[in-house]
């Protein structure tokens, strides 16, 4: 991943965002905050949707776990995954204090670490399709310019290029996948599967929560659904380890390969 090209990308990032804006407006709508579930446990407000969380929680532990074990050897996928495990982790933290009082002001903290687990999701989906590793400066970029997607709407009142980020990521993942073009298509159809219900769940909040007769609500499952969503990542970097290191099938243009797919 040339730095020359990743800047042009992040700098494009933005000047898409900017030209869509002027286009089709995307702002923050004020009905976003009014969740379906607003039961409180003692003085715990919107219990359900806070403590859905733990499963995000679980998912960057695990995350971490798999960094910690592949520390030594530090295989291709290591950069990304540290960068997603400790997103994951803030994420989880960040969503419960937001959903604890739900506003512009605290979702700003529940979105900054979305965006990191962004970052280093797509910097393995690099290194599935290339087989190369990416550099710590490249991360380092990466991690910077993903937050500033958040930035940018607080400051122009603009979510288009964290929707970009986001879904145009997401599409990337689903073509690359759908496609074949990346080193360990199941692992990745997990991780496609889990979000895509996420975002169904998130959609259906209300929805889900009269047809439950007001047990549960869409946006505690969409919790639920991220962090396995999160935690089928082990899967796609075991994937990449195993192919580095000879065990199991090699797929052409995978990540046993030193160069890029052919």
Same mark, same amino acid.
């Given at each position: 991943?040339?730095?020359?090209?990743?800047?042009?990308?992040?700098?494009?990032?933005?000047?898409?965002?900017?030209?869509?804006?002027?286009?089709?407006?995307?702002?923050?709508?004020?009905?976003?905050?009014?969740?379906?579930?607003?039961?409180?446990?003692?003085?715990?407000?919107?219990?359900?949707?806070? *403590?859905?969380?733990?499963?995000?929680?679980?998912?960057?532990?695990?995350?971490?776990?798999?960094?910690?074990?592949?520390?030594?050897?530090?295989?291709?996928?290591?950069?990304?995954?540290?960068?997603?495990?400790?997103?994951? *982790?803030?994420?989880?933290?960040?969503?419960?204090?937001?959903?604890?009082?739900?506003?512009?002001?605290? *979702?700003?903290?529940?979105?900054?670490?979305?965006?990191?687990?962004?970052?280093?999701?797509?910097?393995?989906?690099?290194?599935?399709?290339?087989?190369?590793?990416?550099?710590?400066?490249?991360?380092?970029?990466?991690?910077?310019?993903?937050?500033?997607?958040?930035?940018?709407?607080?400051?122009?009142?603009?979510?288009?290029?964290?929707?970009?980020?986001?879904?145009?990521?997401?599409?990337?993942?689903?073509?690359?996948?759908?496609?074949?073009?990346?080193?360990?298509?199941?692992?990745?159809?997990?991780?496609?599967?889990?979000?895509?219900?996420?975002?169904?769940?998130?959609?259906?909040?209300?929805?889900?929560?009269? *047809?439950?007769?007001?047990?549960?609500?869409?946006?505690?499952?969409?919790?639920?659904?991220?962090?396995?969503?999160?935690?089928?990542?082990?899967?796609?970097?075991?994937?990449?380890?195993?192919?580095?290191?000879?065990?199991?099938?090699?797929?052409?243009?995978?990540?046993?390969?030193?160069?890029?797919?052919?």
């Amino acid at each position: 991943m040339k730095i020359s090209r990743l800047l042009l990308g992040s700098v494009m990032l933005f000047v898409v965002g900017t030209v869509l804006q002027t286009i089709w407006p995307l702002a923050q709508p004020a009905a976003y905050h009014h969740f379906a579930d607003q039961r409180s446990l003692g003085s715990l407000h919107n219990a359900s949707d806070v *403590l859905s969380n733990l499963v995000i929680l679980l998912a960057g532990i695990l995350c971490l776990g798999w960094v910690k074990r592949h520390a030594s050897n530090q295989p291709a996928q290591f950069p990304g995954m540290v960068v997603a495990a400790f997103g994951l *982790l803030l994420t989880a933290f960040g969503s419960a204090y937001y959903h604890m009082a739900p506003t512009d002001a605290t *979702l700003v903290w529940d979105r900054l670490p979305m965006t990191i687990v962004f970052a280093g999701i797509l910097a393995m989906l690099w290194t599935s399709a290339t087989g190369e590793r990416v550099g710590w400066t490249q991360m380092l970029i990466m991690v910077v310019v993903s937050p500033a997607t958040v930035a940018y709407w607080l400051v122009f009142s603009s979510l288009w290029p964290y929707a970009i980020l986001q879904f145009g990521g997401l599409m990337l993942i689903v073509g690359m996948t759908l496609t074949r073009k990346v080193n360990g298509v199941f692992a990745w159809m997990l991780v496609i599967v889990f979000y895509g219900i996420a975002k169904i769940f998130e959609s259906l909040d209300w929805q889900i929560w009269e *047809l439950t007769h007001h047990m549960i609500a869409g946006h505690a499952l969409k919790h639920v659904s991220s962090g396995l969503a999160g935690a089928s990542m082990i899967l796609v970097a075991n994937v990449a380890s195993r192919s580095a290191t000879g065990i199991g099938s090699r797929r052409p243009g995978g990540i046993g390969r030193t160069g890029p797919p052919r």
